[in-house]
C-alpha cells in the first residue's frame, strides 16, 4: 500500500516557469490537501478537495491552481512560477475532514525558483 | 488572528530521559493533532485527540480543554526520537479541512 505519492520530489525552476506538482493516493479517501512549508513556519493549507470534481482555496493559494478529476489524483499547478514560490510542498489525504480522522502525508516536493 | 504556539522550539535531551512538548491555542477547538516530522521531511500523523489522555508505545499525548493547552509526552526518549514535532489543531466553526499548525518543536536526542 503505497499511501501518498509526489512526484517529483525535488525540482529547480526559473522564474516565470511553470510546473505541475503531481499527488496520488490509494486509500480511496475524500479529502485531499496541498501545504508548502517554509523555514520556521508552520505548514500553510493552499487548496483543498472534498471529493472528485470539488475545490476550494485554503490560506494561501495565489499563484496556484488546482483540479480533482479523480479521487485518486490532486495535482497542484504553478504558473509563473516566483522566488516566493520557493518552498516544500506537501500533498495529504484523510478519509474525514479533520474532526474525524489524521491525515496522510506525502514525503514532500522541495521546489527552488531561481 | 487564532494561533498555535509551541514550546520549547529546540531541545536537547540525553537518551533515557523524559521529554514533554507543549502546544497552547487561543479559542476552543473540535480536534487536536500531534505530527512528527522525519529529519528526512516525511510527515507522519502521531495523535488526533478532543479530549483526555491518549498513549502509544512510549508516547502520551493529553490535552487539557479548559486551559487550551495540550502536551506531548516521551518517555525513554531514544536517538531515533529525534525529529520535529508539530501540533495541528482544527477551531471550532471552521470547516473540517482547515488546520493551523504550529511552528514545530525540534527535538535531538544524543546517545
Known amino acids: 500500500n503505497a499511501g501518498v505519492t509526489q512526484t517529483p520530489k525535488f525540482r529547480i525552476l526559473k522564474i516565470g516557469q511553470s510546473m505541475t506538482l503531481q499527488c496520488t493516493q490509494d486509500m480511496n479517501h475524500n479529502y485531499m490537501y496541498w501545504y508548502r512549508q517554509d523555514p520556521g513556519m508552520g505548514l500553510k493549507l493552499i487548496y483543498y478537495?472534498?471529493?472528485?470534481?470539488?475545490?476550494d482555496k485554503g490560506e494561501v493559494p495565489n499563484g496556484y491552481n488546482v483540479s480533482r478529476s479523480t479521487t485518486e489524483d490532486f495535482p497542484l499547478r504553478l504558473e509563473l512560477a516566483a522566488p516566493s514560490q520557493t518552498s516544500v510542498y506537501f500533498c495529504?489525504?484523510?478519509?474525514?475532514?479533520?474532526?474525524?480522522?489524521?491525515?496522510?502525508f506525502g514525503d514532500g516536493t522541495r521546489l527552488s525558483i531561481l | 488572528k487564532n494561533e498555535v504556539e509551541q514550546s520549547p522550539q529546540n531541545l536537547t535531551a540525553q537518551e533515557g530521559e523524559f521529554i514533554t512538548i507543549n502546544c497552547s491555542y487561543s479559542?476552543?477547538?473540535?480536534?487536536l493533532h500531534w505530527l512528527q516530522q522525519h529529519p528526512g521531511g516525511g510527515i507522519v500523523s502521531l495523535f488526533m485527540l478532543s479530549s483526555g489522555k491518549k498513549k502509544h508505545g512510549r508516547l502520551i499525548a493529553t490535552i487539557n480543554i479548559q486551559e487550551k493547552h495540550s502536551s506531548l509526552h516521551i518517555t525513554a526518549s531514544h536517538p531515533r526520537d529525534s525529529a520535529v514535532y508539530i501540533c495541528?489543531?482544527?477551531?471550532?466553526?471552521?470547516?473540517?479541512?482547515?488546520?493551523?499548525f504550529g511552528k514545530g518543536t525540534k527535538l535531538s536526542v544524543i546517545p
Open positions: 495541528a489543531v482544527m477551531y471550532s466553526g471552521a470547516g473540517s479541512y482547515q488546520l493551523t
Open positions: 495529504a489525504s484523510s478519509i474525514l475532514g479533520n474532526r474525524n480522522q489524521p491525515q496522510h
Open positions: 478537495s472534498v471529493g472528485a470534481g470539488i475545490t
Open positions: 479559542v476552543g477547538i473540535s480536534a
